[in-house]
């Protein structure tokens, strides 16, 4: 007998499945017979679980690491008052579970799996999971679940907003007074003491919330925000767990008293992490090219350029040079 752990971090790049653009998105567990389900995440199309499910004494077939095993299979659905909406489903085999002797033992990263509905590629969104095999050999495994939160740091996120442009018209009505609202959805590891009175590390969702100051300048649907914000976070020390900014339009109607979601988007936080060397891409330079091109170049050409520093300035240096040449000699 084994016992078996699912482990379910988080999901990306849902399907919208509700007319804000948005999904109250759950998942249903299956394996061996027995069947599960997460909380509801509220709008949202990157919800995060962090949530164990243990499946204790059961009998699997070992035969070549686990070939013939039935796989875990999970089911994608929104939440909706008449009738939840399939969305589409998933499967681990436990050739790729995550084999440990003991329950507390150290795990490995997760990894990404796709979601499809009827063959694979017909679906939209990803899963992050990993499933955990432990020999019993006649133990009595502990139940007792410990956090998966992945460890975090301290950090700020700059935003710099510019402006909103094309805003179309929300139920059937221009834009009156919009801004937008950002949100950082993350878990972080507290220890608290369970029923038993054990200190145990557990999970707890927090959020980070900033949004700019209402703007109709120099129109409602093509708002100017202008506004630099700073926003404190914590952040994964792996990018592999990162959760991506969401990034709310909204409008202000009837003096505040609605405020609906008028469109959304997110930011991608895997490649914006400075300590993840591995997935980590520095932000883009204004700079002048360097070379042959740069004789035919002018005071407006610029090209993008993922340069270190020194060469940046090496390169910008010896343009302007040649530049100034260039005036001088049509002086």
């Not at 959020?207 to 100051?213: A, E, M």
Request: charged share 25%; with cysteine; proline share 8%.
């Amino acid at each position: 007998p084994h016992q078996v752990r699912v482990h379910v971090y988080q999901c990306r790049n849902l399907p919208a499945a509700d007319s804000n653009g948005l999904t109250d998105p759950f998942l249903e567990i299956n394996f061996m017979g027995k069947k599960v389900k997460t909380v509801v995440e509220k709008k949202t199309l990157f919800p995060c679980y962090y949530t164990t499910f243990v499946f204790d004494n059961v009998t699997i077939p070992q035969l070549e690491n686990y070939l013939y095993a039935p796989q875990v299979t999970y089911h994608l659905y929104d939440q909706d008052f008449e009738k939840n909406q399939y969305l589409g489903m998933c499967s681990y085999p436990l050739t790729d579970g995550i084999q440990t002797a003991e329950v507390n033992d150290e795990l490995s990263d997760p990894k990404w799996i796709d979601f499809f509905k009827e063959v694979q590629g017909d679906g939209q969104g990803s899963l992050l999971t990993s499933v955990q095999l432990i020999a019993t050999n006649g133990r009595n495994l502990s139940l007792e679940v410990q956090s998966i939160v992945p460890e975090t740091r301290d950090a700020v996120v700059e935003f710099i907003v510019i402006g909103i442009r094309d805003l179309a018209p929300f139920n059937f009505q221009p834009m009156q007074y919009p801004y937008i609202d950002i949100e950082l959805a993350t878990f972080e590891s507290v220890r608290k003491t369970n029923k038993k009175g054990v200190n145990v590390m557990t999970a707890v969702k927090r959020k980070y919330k900033c949004s700019t100051k209402p703007s109709k300048h120099p129109d409602p649907a093509n708002p100017n925000f202008l506004e630099r914000i700073l926003l404190p976070v914590t952040l994964p020390l792996n990018s592999l767990f990162s959760t991506p900014l969401q990034i709310n339009a909204r409008d202000t109607r009837l003096g505040g008293y609605l405020i609906p979601v008028v469109g959304v988007c997110q930011i991608d936080l895997t490649t914006k992490i400075p300590w993840c060397p591995l997935t980590y891409k520095p932000p883009q330079t204004d700079v002048f090219k360097k070379g042959s091109d740069a004789r035919d170049a002018t005071d407006g050409d610029v090209i993008k350029s993922n340069m270190e520093p020194s060469e940046i300035d090496q390169n910008g240096i010896e343009l302007q040079r040649e530049l100034a040449k260039r005036s001088d000699l049509m002086q």
